[in-house]
C-alpha cells in the first residue's frame, strides 16, 4: 500500500467507490432521460438559451436577437403575409416535458403575446386544431424604438391536439433559415 492510499479495509473503499460511482451513473441518466425523452429534438434543446421566458424576451430583446428559445402558448391569431404565417401566441409556461400549461395568475408576468413567422406552405393542414404549441425558434430583431411583442421565427414545432392523433410537428429545412420582421405586422 502507498502512502497516497487511504487505509480502509477493502469492503470499505469499494462501498465508497461504488457509491460514488453509482451516485454519477444516476445523474447522467436522470440528466440524458430528460433530455432523450423530451417531444423537442435534442439538438434543440442543446442550441437554446436554458431557461428564456416571455418576460425577458419582452425586458431585454437585444439580448437574445438571432438566438433560439423555447415557448410555449396557444394560437390566438393568424395572419399571411409574403408567403410567410404570422401567428400570434398568448403565452403559456412549459412544464418538464415542454408542453405548455396554464398558469395559476393569468394576469402575472409570464402573461402576453409573441408572434411566430414561418413558411406558410410547411405547416401540417390541422394546425389550426391545435390546442397548445411549443416554439422552437430564433428571435428576430424588431424596428427599434417600435414598441411590439417579440418576434420568433419558427424552426420548430409542436403542436398539441384534442386527438392523439393530430399532435404533430413542423420543422423548417434550411439550417441558413434567416428572417426579418417585416414592417407594418404591429403597426409601424
Known amino acids: 500500500m502507498t502512502k497516497s492510499e487511504p487505509n480502509l479495509p477493502l469492503g470499505k ?5 461504488l457509491r460514488r460511482t453509482c451516485g454519477w451513473v444516476l ?3 436522470l440528466f440524458w432521460s430528460t433530455i432523450n425523452c423530451s417531444p423537442i429534438p435534442r439538438r434543440y434543446l442543446l442550441q437554446a438559451e436554458s431557461g428564456v421566458t416571455l418576460m425577458d424576451l419582452q425586458r431585454t430583446p437585444q439580448r437574445y436577437q438571432g438566438k433560439t428559445v423555447i415557448l410555449g402558448g396557444v394560437i390566438v391569431h393568424e395572419e399571411t403575409k409574403d408567403g410567410r404565417l404570422w401567428l400570434r401566441i398568448m403565452n403559456r409556461p412549459l412544464d418538464e416535458n415542454q408542453r405548455p400549461h396554464l398558469t395559476s395568475d393569468p394576469d402575472g408576468p409570464e402573461s402576453g403575446y409573441y408572434w411566430v413567422a414561418l413558411d406558410a406552405e410547411k405547416i401540417p393542414d390541422h394546425y389550426r386544431e391545435w390546442t397548445q404549441v411549443t416554439v422552437v425558434g430564433k428571435v428576430v430583431a424588431t424596428t427599434p424604438g417600435v414598441e411590439s411583442d417579440p418576434v420568433v421565427a419558427a424552426v420548430y414545432l409542436r ?9 404533430s410537428i413542423w420543422e423548417i429545412d434550411d439550417p441558413n433559415y434567416i428572417m426579418e420582421a417585416p414592417a407594418g405586422l404591429h403597426g409601424e
Request: glycine letters at 12%; proline letters at 0%.
Open 159 to 167: 403542436g398539441w391536439s384534442r386527438r392523439s392523433d393530430q399532435h
Open 13 to 17: 473503499g469499494w462501498r465508497l467507490y
Open 27 to 29: 445523474l447522467m441518466a
